[in-house]
Nanobody, 128 residues
Framework: QVQLVESGGGLVQAGDSLRLSCAAS????????MGWFRQAPGKEREFVAA????????YYADSVKGRLTISRDNVKNVVYLQMNSLKPEDTAVYYC?????????????????????WGQGTQVTVSS
């Protein structure tokens, strides 16, 4: 079973950038499609971005397209979320999740329930 640990969150101002990391241990990430999700207070967990097991394909929620970029390094066993032009509405706890799947990023889906392994989350707060 793979274990995931997120890091890189913090308090920033609108327009700033952050890079979140999701480090894996226990198993190699190369057999897993990966996703980033977020959950704001009082709201359901929502899909942000996904990347295929190989890193060839990516898929984004419309709300983050052009501002957030997901990437991975299967040698280092890490998945990243580069966040640019941050907005106050991006404030949430961000989670990475793994799904044992060799399909495309879009085929991974956006339903949190379909991802089997989760990290503990990292808080991102964007002030206006």
């Amino acid at each position: 079973q793979v274990q995931l640990v997120e890091s890189g969150g913090g308090l920033v101002q609108a327009g700033d950038s952050l890079r979140l990391s999701c480090a894996a241990s226990g198993r190699t990430l190369s057999s897993y499609g990966m996703g980033w999700f977020r959950q704001a207070p009082g709201k359901e967990r929502e899909f942000v971005a996904a990347i295929s097991w190989s890193g060839i394909s990516t898929y984004y929620a419309d709300s983050v397209k052009g501002r957030l970029t997901i990437s991975r390094d299967n040698v280092k066993n890490v998945v990243y979320l580069q966040m640019n032009s941050l907005k106050p509405e991006d404030t949430a706890v961000y989670y990475c999740a793994a799904k044992r799947d060799f399909g495309s990023a879009r085929a991974l889906g956006t339903d949190p329930a379909s991802f089997s392994t989760w990290g503990q989350g990292t808080q991102v707060t964007v002030s206006s």
